[in-house]
T-cell receptor, first 118, second 116 residues
Framework: AQTVTQSQPEMSVQEAETVTLSCTYDTSESDYYLFWYKQPPSRQMILVIRQEAYKQQNATENRFSVNFQKAAKSFSLKISDSQLGDAAMYFC???????????????FGKGTHLIIQP | KAGVTQTPRYLIKTRGQQVTLSCSPI?????VSWYQQTPGQGLQFLFEYFSETQRNKGNFPGRFSGRQFSNSRSEMNVSTLELGDSALYLCASSLGPDRGTTGELFFGEGSRLTVL
């Protein structure tokens, strides 16, 4: 079974600065999806960014980018120009692709609580 | 486009009772999955449905069950409630298990279950 580890329970950053959230995972598969989800205090989980394992190029979505190191099984999220609205729990998640054998849903890390200091 | 809708948002039950939670996916999405979120265990996969069939099930006891209807709406049921079942139950929908999809899940706001 796959596992996802987020080693930072909580991170704090000054507004407008850059912060990097860490995520490592363990899998024997070669093809998979990786995600960062954001869960604000209102609780709805929102997709921040997605990475397909077969793509070597790191995904970028505006101020959010990832550093995907497949060999190291590392998938960190960088948030540039942090804003107060970025304050939330951030979850790293792994998903197997549908390849005939079914999938086990998303495997989540424990999450990182990101605090933005004004 | 309406998002994933979960009802009820909050509910309180007592031990031994049963509960049914409902989830309406995004229009056009045929896959629905359920997750349990607790402070101690984090987010755990319960099960996934596609075309009214359970495709996968997480490591939960048989007291947890679900179903999906022909309109893709889904319900999950927990029987003989225990204190440890207190949690936020999240439903997520996606297009379906086809290669070439993004694998992205869209989540509802969740149903907060408290068991007394």
């Amino acid at each position: 079974a796959q596992t996802v580890t987020q080693s930072q329970p909580e991170m704090s950053v000054q507004e407008a600065e850059t912060v990097t959230l860490s995520c490592t995972y363990d899998t024997s598969e070669s093809d998979y999806y990786l995600f960062w989800y954001k869960q604000p205090p209102s609780r709805q989980m929102i997709l921040v960014i997605r990475q397909e394992a077969y793509k070597q190029q790191n995904a970028t979505e505006n101020r959010f980018s990832v550093n995907f190191q497949k060999a190291a099984k590392s998938f960190s999220l960088k948030i540039s120009d942090s804003q107060l609205g970025d304050a939330a729990m951030y979850f790293c998640a792994y998903r197997s692709p549908y390849s005939g054998g079914g999938a086990d849903g998303l495997t989540f890390g424990k999450g990182t609580h990101l605090i933005i200091q004004p | 486009k309406a998002g994933v809708t979960q009802t009820p948002r909050y509910l309180i039950k007592t031990r031994g009772q049963q509960v049914t939670l409902s989830c309406s996916p995004i229009s056009g999405h045929r896959s629905v999955s359920w997750y349990q979120q607790t402070p101690g265990q984090g987010l755990q996969f319960l099960f996934e449905y596609f075309s009214e069939t359970q495709r996968n099930k997480g490591n939960f006891p048989g007291r947890f069950s679900g179903r999906q209807f022909s309109n893709s709406r889904s319900e999950m049921n927990v029987s003989t409630l225990e204190l440890g079942d207190s949690a936020l139950y999240l439903c997520a929908s996606s297009l379906g298990p086809d290669r070439g999809t993004t694998g992205e899940l869209f989540f509802g706001e969740g149903s907060r279950l408290t068991v007394l």
